[in-house]
């Protein structure tokens, strides 16, 4: 059982709606971290917190906006998407800190149509 | 910058076959070092790590030592299952806050 948990695991959406992913972890880790991983390719970096507030943002597109609103939540907010967005998203977590091994939530399996 | 290479797959394998997954990597200084596993439909789980050269991770058969002399984190198992069908990758942190620089991925299949 993966202790990083996303919802939901599928989500299909038209380029003009808004949705949000979500991602909870109980595990005490005060770093998070989401990513895109297309089909046959490693992750992508796209946003990492550090403490509730954004420490890195791998130049993503403002249609994706990440929000931390306490130690254990992670939100992925999405809006005006595109085709190519299509793809697993990814949340993990971490101690901070180098060298800390990150833990993986499932995934949610974004399509836009 | 900071780099890992894996060897390409995918790589397919009988039941019971020696495994090992090449992987190399640049970096500055001596990372940690980090093998993942993907098994179809699911996110990426730890499967073994080394903090220090000549540290020898393991897990579930698997293993991995730290060679600082050739740069290598090669992934070796001496009987493959088909269970352990998966995606498998290597990977180093670098930067400041725990980025994770990640091998292409190796695709393994075992066969019956």
């Known amino acids: 059982d993966t202790e990083v948990t996303q919802t939901p695991k599928h989500l299909v959406m038209g380029m003009t709606n808004k949705k949000s992913l979500k991602c909870e972890q109980h595990?005490?880790?005060?770093?998070m971290y989401w990513y895109k991983q297309k089909a046959k390719k490693p992750p992508e970096l796209m946003f990492v917190?550090?403490?509730?507030?954004?420490?890195i943002n791998e130049s993503v597109p403002s249609r994706f906006s990440p929000e931390c609103p306490n130690s254990s939540l992670l939100n992925l907010h999405l809006h005006a998407l595109q085709p190519e967005d299509s793809a697993l998203y990814l949340c993990?977590?971490?101690?901070?800190?180098?060298?800390?091994?990150?833990?993986f939530g499932d995934g949610t399996r974004l399509s836009i149509l | 910058g900071d780099s890992v290479t894996q060897m390409e797959g995918p790589v397919t394998l009988s039941e019971e076959a020696f495994l090992t997954i090449n992987c190399t990597y640049t970096?500055?200084?001596?990372?940690?070092l980090f093998w993942y596993v993907q098994y179809p439909g699911e996110g990426l789980q730890l499967l073994l790590k080394?903090?220090?050269?000549?540290d020898k991770g393991s897990n579930k058969g698997f293993e991995a030592t730290y060679r600082k002399e050739t740069t290598s984190f090669h992934l070796e198992k001496g009987s493959v299952q088909v269970s352990d069908s998966a995606v498998y990758f290597c990977?180093?942190?670098?930067?400041?806050?725990?980025?994770?620089?990640f091998g292409t991925g190796t695709r393994l299949q075992v066969t019956l």
């Open positions: 990977a180093l942190p670098t930067g400041t806050a725990s980025k994770l620089t």
């Open positions: 080394a903090t220090k050269a000549d």
């Open positions: 595990m005490g880790h005060r770093a």
């Open positions: 970096a500055t200084g001596y990372p940690s």
């Open positions: 917190y550090s403490y509730e507030k954004l420490s």
């Open positions: 993990a977590s971490s101690r901070t800190g180098l060298d800390q091994p990150q833990h």
